[in-house]
T-cell receptor, first 110, second 110 residues
Framework: SQTIHQWPATLVQPVGSPLSLECTVE??????LYWYRQAAGRGLQLLFY??????ISSEVPQNLSASRPQDRQFILSSKKLLLSDSGFYLC?????????FGPGTRLLVL | QQPVQSPQAVILREGEDAVINCSSS?????VHWYRQKHGEAPVFLMI?????EQKGHEKISASFNEKKQQSSLYLTASQLSYSGTYFC???????????FGTGTRLKVLA
């Protein structure tokens, strides 16, 4: 069966520090992968999606970037975090038209 | 355009029923329903593909109207475990991107 992993689970970072969040998928090949952010009490905001290695589409211009160095690995990065980057970051993949989510990373920028 | 859900929030007593609606200004290719508990990732509940389709999952069922512009989620004899935020999701036929509805917060009280 397919499994999606995210780490770390929780992260507290100072403003201006770098960020790297990792997402890996097991049990499938060439998945479509997505990064979402959810602010407290809000809906899901699509940040990036990828249909293959090295193929990244950005939805919202901001200080975040994404990379897909391997088929089942999707990384979210930032060179300098802002307070507004705080939130719940979710990685997802698509199977049979449905989105399945990883456990998420809760990021607090202070 | 993001599907609109109603109501935005609802409070129930255990054993009561609820209906959550998801409406779009244009026909949807398919509708997916998710439940997100506080602090957790959304969990897929069910998918509806055809106009007029109805589908059930224990005491939770859903329908998709003939014009495929509205879907409703029915929660019967609600339990405490039903509490959370419910999202509908769909593929935007214009951009081929996945979009979520505005969300409905549901709280079941003992």
């Amino acid at each position: 069966s397919q499994t999606i992993h995210q780490w770390p689970a929780t992260l507290v970072q100072p403003v201006g520090s770098p960020l790297s969040l990792e997402c890996t998928v097991e049990g499938t090949s060439n998945p479509n992968l997505y990064w979402y952010r959810q602010a407290a009490g809000r809906g899901l905001q699509l940040l990036f999606y990828s249909v293959g290695i090295g193929q990244i589409s950005s939805e919202v211009p901001q200080n975040l970037s994404a990379s897909r160095p391997q088929d089942r690995q999707f990384i979210l990065s930032s060179k300098k975090l802002l307070l507004s980057d705080s939130g719940f970051y979710l990685c997802a993949w698509t199977a049979e038209e449905t989105q399945y989510f990883g456990p998420g990373t809760r990021l607090l920028v202070l | 355009q993001q599907p609109v859900q109603s109501p935005q929030a609802v409070i129930l007593r255990e054993g009561e029923d609820a209906v959550i609606n998801c409406s779009s200004s244009k026909a949807l290719y398919s509708v997916h329903w998710y439940r997100q508990k506080h602090g957790e990732a959304p969990v897929f509940l069910m998918i509806l593909l055809k106009g007029g389709e109805q589908k059930g999952h224990e005491k939770i069922s859903a329908s998709f109207n003939e014009k495929k512009q509205q879907s409703s989620l029915y929660l019967t004899a609600s339990q405490l475990s039903y509490s959370g935020t419910y999202f509908c999701g769909t593929w935007d036929s214009g951009t081929y991107k996945y979009i979520f509805g505005t969300g409905t917060r549901l709280k079941v009280l003992a």
